[in-house]
Nanobody, 113 residues
Framework: QVQLVESGGGLVQPGGSLRLSCTAS????????MAWYRQAPGKQRELVAT???????TYADSVKGRFSLLRDNAKNALNLEMSRLKPEDTAVYYC???????WGQGTQVTVSS
């Protein structure tokens, strides 16, 4: 059984940074295709970043150059490093396992002064 737990969200000022973590059980993060999505109030869920089984990453244009995906194999976690945050990054962030369509419960990120 796959379980995903996101953490690391919170309130941050514009221009600040946050690290989101998705800690998994039931899969090996180091070899599993995964992704982060986000959903802002009143908007559809959108893809933020993906990582394939060999570690190749892709990013939405809106976050390219500001967000990075990193695997933490020791903790069996997938981290989303976010920098130069903008108010439009405010959303609930979710991680998911591509092949099994399992999702975490989400973590709230609010970017506001």
């Amino acid at each position: 059984q796959v379980q995903l737990v996101e953490s690391g969200g919170g309130l941050v000022q514009p221009g600040g940074s946050l690290r989101l973590s998705c800690t998994a059980s039931g899969i090996i993060v180091g070899i599993e295709p995964m992704a982060w999505y986000r959903q802002a109030p009143g908007k559809q869920r959108e893809l933020v970043a993906t990582i394939n089984y060999i570690g190749r990453t892709t990013y939405a244009d809106s976050v390219k150059g500001r967000f990075s995906l990193l695997r933490d194999n020791a903790k069996n976690a997938l981290n989303l490093e976010m920098s130069r945050l903008k108010p439009e990054d405010t959303a609930v962030y979710y991680c998911t396992v591509t092949n099994t369509n399992d999702w975490g419960q989400g973590t709230q990120v609010t970017v506001s002064s």
